[in-house]
């Protein structure tokens, strides 16, 4: 065979290895996408169940889905995870029977379970946050005590559109966070403190995020706050730590206690959170009641 046919064949085998190798590239994105697909269906379907069955909150989360443990780019690791994918260059809605399927499941458990939940109208007693002489709130806050003592630094601001910021039961407001100790993944010793943020994602939903003190390039992310806390659980329980093994992610960020309920109800813009219904409040002393606007969407 001579230089010039030896060349030839070279050149033909370097081309089909290429080819190759761009048609395994794309089987692995198509994987990659419908995985993530899978894992926001799991963590949508949580949200659902909590909402619907809000007695439940405290067990559910271990139906959440465990999204892999690595530290991504906020580009990189949300679009697929909230319904989107990337085609040609450009972010695509990704039409998912399941998450369809589920919407619609949802809605009618909630018509049948309207009378049955828990009534955000029925009105609750003001647990009060400190505040300063200006009437303020002051930061920190800390709520709750022992190993449940969560401090809040920020409450974030309202994103009322989308309406995917916020359910009937919560509103999640970008650059809320808090912090709260907890055995660490490194070591399973006590004394580690997880941040807990709500960050604004690049499509149409929030994206939540959990870091851990020693291992701050690291951060865990999901579509839901229960799925990225319990990523962190599923990890502690693998190595043998003591901690729960079912946690509601409110109940995790802070964002389940009455304080800190009615402060979020009382950013700007909150009213204007369509679907979210707003808590009515019950004055200590007098049996007063006090409740922000019932029409939250004018």
């Keep these: 065979m001579s230089f010039r046919e030896t060349a030839s064949d070279l050149t033909t085998k370097v081309k089909l290895a290429l080819e190759k190798r761009d048609e395994l590239i794309k089987q692995y994105q198509t994987i990659r996408s419908e995985l993530r697909i899978s894992k926001a269906e799991n963590d949508h379907l949580l949200d659902m169940i909590v909402e619907t069955f809000p007695e439940m909150g405290q067990d559910i989360s271990s139906c959440s889905s465990s999204d892999e443990y690595a530290s991504h780019s906020e580009d990189e690791g949300s679009d697929d995870a909230k319904g989107l994918s990337l085609r040609n260059g450009k972010r695509e809605s990704v039409d998912s029977p399941m998450l369809s399927l589920l919407n619609s499941t949802h809605m009618t458990k909630r018509r049948r379970r309207q009378g049955k939940r828990d009534d955000r109208n029925d009105p609750k007693p003001i647990e009060p946050l400190p505040r300063g002489a200006d009437g303020h709130i002051t930061f920190p806050i800390t709520i709750g005590r022992g190993p449940d003592q969560i401090e809040i630094q920020n409450l974030g601001r309202i994103v009322w559109d989308p309406e995917t910021y916020h359910t009937s039961r919560y509103i999640w407001t970008p650059g809320f966070r808090s912090s709260r100790v907890y055995?660490?993944?490194?070591?399973?010793?006590?004394?580690?403190?997880?941040?807990?943020?709500?960050?604004?994602?690049?499509?149409?939903?929030?994206?939540?995020?959990?870091?851990?003190?020693?291992?701050?390039?690291?951060?865990?992310?999901?579509?839901?706050?229960?799925?990225?806390?319990?990523?962190?659980?599923?990890?502690?329980?693998?190595?043998?730590?003591?901690?729960?093994?079912?946690?509601?992610?409110?109940?995790?960020?802070?964002?389940?206690?009455?304080?800190?309920?009615?402060?979020?109800?009382?950013?700007?813009?909150?009213?204007?959170?369509?679907?979210?219904?707003?808590?009515?409040?019950?004055?200590?002393?007098?049996?007063?009641?006090y409740s922000e606007p019932e029409s939250a969407g004018e």
């Design 183 to 289: 055995p660490s993944i490194k070591t399973g010793e006590p004394g580690c403190v997880y941040t807990s943020e709500i960050l604004e994602g690049n499509g149409d939903m929030p994206v939540f995020q959990v870091t851990a003190s020693d291992m701050p390039n690291k951060p865990f992310r999901a579509s839901s706050s229960s799925g990225v806390w319990k990523q962190i659980l599923d990890l502690l329980t693998a190595k043998g730590a003591t901690v729960k093994t079912h946690a509601s992610g409110p109940q995790m960020y802070g964002l389940s206690h009455l304080g800190v309920t009615k402060a979020i109800q009382e950013l700007d813009n909150a009213n204007k959170c369509s679907k979210y219904i707003m808590q009515r409040w019950a004055e200590p002393g007098n049996g007063v009641l």
